[in-house]
């Protein structure tokens, strides 16, 4: 048999007046006292005024209105309402159980603040009526304890109904909250996609490309040129100690100019020009000074020498300087051409919007992520709690039942 959750308490409720209805009279009675004890606790408290002298004390306080206004507040929170008495369940006798502990306490509380010769004899009648009402709040707990234990259990499946129902609102809600975030999550993903689109396009232009193979060809410019100068670089490095040791003075070039080119030799080059002529004079001043070394082996000497006779004539390394030169020149054309076409511009704005889409995106996705994991924790609890009434709804009417959710 399937129940929605308001049927499934209609059924507890007409099982439990089936299965238990000794319990749930005896329970009705116990409600019945305690409304004849309020009655009579509040006739009690209210009769306390006759036998009272209109008194202030030092303290121009009248403790004994203290005291009765305090009481009467504190009787006028009994939990049962009018109309409700017929409506007991283990919470309200419970809550009736309590307020009696509770007006117990504010007579002791009211009590203390109360001194005077009458304190005594004016509250006696009023402290009987408690102990007989005590009496029977302490004859409730028991019968709640002992006889109503079972239909409290009962009634306790109605509260796991509510439960069950809180926790699908909750899930729906989670939903909710989702759906936004996956829809959002789409766009962005979708955004990404289109701005990749871009990118791959730009980065296949015509002179993309050609500046691509542009720079390769300077890359194997440069390397040749790095190759010849490898032929004379320890000669350099002999070169550049003796003139850090004074052992050999420059002509037609200063000894900074000397280190500064030297310093990042490959693109001194280069900037020199194709016909080198400071470099030539740094030549010359090295070939004085390799013919100054007789130390030196005479096969390394006259390697180191041909190769800078080569470079002075010009043979070796004009072809490769110019190429660089040519090649440079032809990279800060087609760069000139790139920026004015604001193709690199384009990617980079791409570049920062990919960037800041998938920042976007990863919040999203884990903002999402904590919702279905909250999710998930609550179907998991209602499938616990659904098991749990089911059965318990079972083991109490006989019948075997489904609980159904709208």
């Known amino acids: 048999m399937q129940l929605t959750p308001d049927e499934a308490r209609a059924a507890v409720d007409a099982a439990i007046e089936s299965k238990f ?36 004390g030092e303290d121009d306080v009248n403790h ?56 005594k004899t004016v509250l006696r009648p009023f402290e009987m009526t408690m102990e007989g009402v005590l009496k029977r709040n302490k004859k409730l707990a028991e019968f709640m304890e002992k006889k109503y234990e079972r239909v409290s259990r009962a009634e306790g499946i109605k509260d796991k109904v509510s439960a069950l129902e809180q ?66 670089e320890k000669s350099l490095r002999m070169f550049g100690n003796a003139l850090d040791n004074d052992r050999f003075s420059l002509s037609g070039i200063s000894r900074q100019e000397v280190g500064a080119y030297l310093a990042d030799l490959i693109a001194s080059v280069i900037a020199d020009g194709v016909e080198h002529p400071r470099l ?21 000497k006259e390697k180191a020498v041909a190769s800078i006779e080569a470079m002075r004539r010009g043979s070796s390394l004009d072809a490769s300087v110019k190429a660089c030169i040519e090649l440079r020149g032809r990279a800060a054309d087609l760069e000139r051409e790139i920026e004015r076409q604001a193709l690199a511009r384009g990617i ?12 976007q995106q990863t919040a999203v996705e884990a903002d999402i992520a904590k919702e279905e994991k909250h999710l998930a924790a609550l179907r998991k609890e209602m499938e ?5 009434i089911e059965q318990d709804i079972a083991a109490l009417s006989g019948e075997a039942v489904r609980i159904v959710l709208n």
């Not at 980079?348 to 920042?359: P, V």
């Not at 616990?384 to 749990?388: A, D, H, K, T, V």
């Open 64 to 119: 004994a209105d203290v005291f009765i206004n305090a009481m009467l507040g504190k009787i006028d929170e009994f939990p049962v309402h009018d109309g409700q008495q017929n409506r007991v369940n283990h919470e309200m006798l419970e809550s009736i159980h309590d307020f009696w502990i509770d007006v117990e306490a504010a007579f002791k509380e009211q009590g203390k603040k109360w001194h005077g010769s009458e304190y």
């Open 348 to 359: 980079d704005d791409a570049g920062r919007r990919i960037r800041d889409l998938s920042s």
């Open 384 to 388: 616990g709690l659904q098991r749990e």
């Open 280 to 300: 030539n004079v740094i030549l010359d001043n090295l070939l004085s000074y390799l013919d100054s070394q007789p130390q030196m082996k005479k096969d390394k």
């Open 167 to 232: 926790a699908d609102e909750k899930a729906r809600a989670c939903q909710q909250r989702a759906e936004p975030l996956k829809e959002r999550l789409k766009e962005i993903e979708e955004s990404i996609k289109k701005e990749r689109a871009d990118v791959q396009r730009l980065e296949g232009s015509e002179l993309l490309g050609r500046r691509d193979e542009l720079l390769g060809e300077a890359g194997k410019a440069k390397h040749a040129v790095q190759s010849l100068l490898s032929k004379i």
């Open 21 to 56: 209805k000794k319990e749930r009279k005896d329970a009705l009675k116990h409600v019945a006292t305690a409304i004849d004890d309020v009655k009579t606790a509040r006739h009690a408290v209210k009769t306390i005024n006759a036998g009272v002298d209109d008194v202030v």
